[in-house]
């Protein structure tokens, strides 16, 4: 059973930094489009960043210039650098990825920027 698991949540002042990341795993022949969403309090879930297999990224505007996601195919995992966090980024993040052609989605990991 393929499944995505996210770890490196957790509570960060406003400024600081994260790094997230998420490990596939089991019987996997193919990860496409890989991508980080994450839902706000009180708000539905949205988009973060994507990145194609070849290493292409693309982002959303509150993250461009902050957020960096990066994935190392041969160890079949991604990466999300939060940098100057902001109380806004509070949310839990979840892991996307197109996986044996099918779209699966981690557990979500819990990031709260405060002071």
């Known amino acids: 059973q393929v499944q995505l698991v996210e770890s490196g949540g957790g509570l960060v002042q406003p400024g600081g930094s994260l790094r997230l990341s998420c490990a596939a795993s089991?019987?996997?022949?193919?990860?496409?489009?890989m991508a980080w969403y994450r839902q706000r309090p009180g708000k539905q879930r949205e988009l973060v960043a994507t990145i194609a297999r070849e290493g292409i990224p693309d982002y959303a505007d509150s993250a461009k210039g902050r957020f960096t996601i990066s994935r190392d195919n041969a160890n079949n995992t991604l990466n999300l650098q939060m940098n100057s966090l902001k109380s806004t980024d509070t949310a839990v993040y979840y892991c996307?990825?197109?996986?044996?052609?099918?779209?699966?989605w981690g557990q979500g990991t819990q990031v709260t920027v405060s002071s």
């Open positions: 996307k990825a197109q996986i044996n052609y099918r779209d699966l």
């Open positions: 089991g019987s996997i022949f193919s990860i496409y489009l």
